[in-house]
């Protein structure tokens, strides 16, 4: 979601619980190479991609 653009009109509790929701799961999957990397050198980077996949899953629960 590359959109920065004002949203026009009235804006219920449900979008803009849902859009918030929908930005932090971008937030979540957006690659950060610097903390990928740090995993690869501690040694836990598939650790912190299970992590990653439990935190998209609990996420797609909070949908409204």
């Known amino acids: 979601m590359k959109d920065q653009n004002n949203i ?23 690659p950060d190479a610097t903390l990928r990397q740090c995993a690869r050198n501690q040694h836990c980077y598939d650790e912190l991609m ?10 797609k629960t909070l949908r409204r």
């Open 8 to 30: 026009q009109g009235p804006h219920s509790e449900l979008d803009k619980h849902n859009r918030a929701l929908d930005l932090f799961i971008e937030s979540v999957l957006k």
């Open 50 to 59: 299970q992590h990653r996949e439990h935190v998209l899953n609990y996420l």
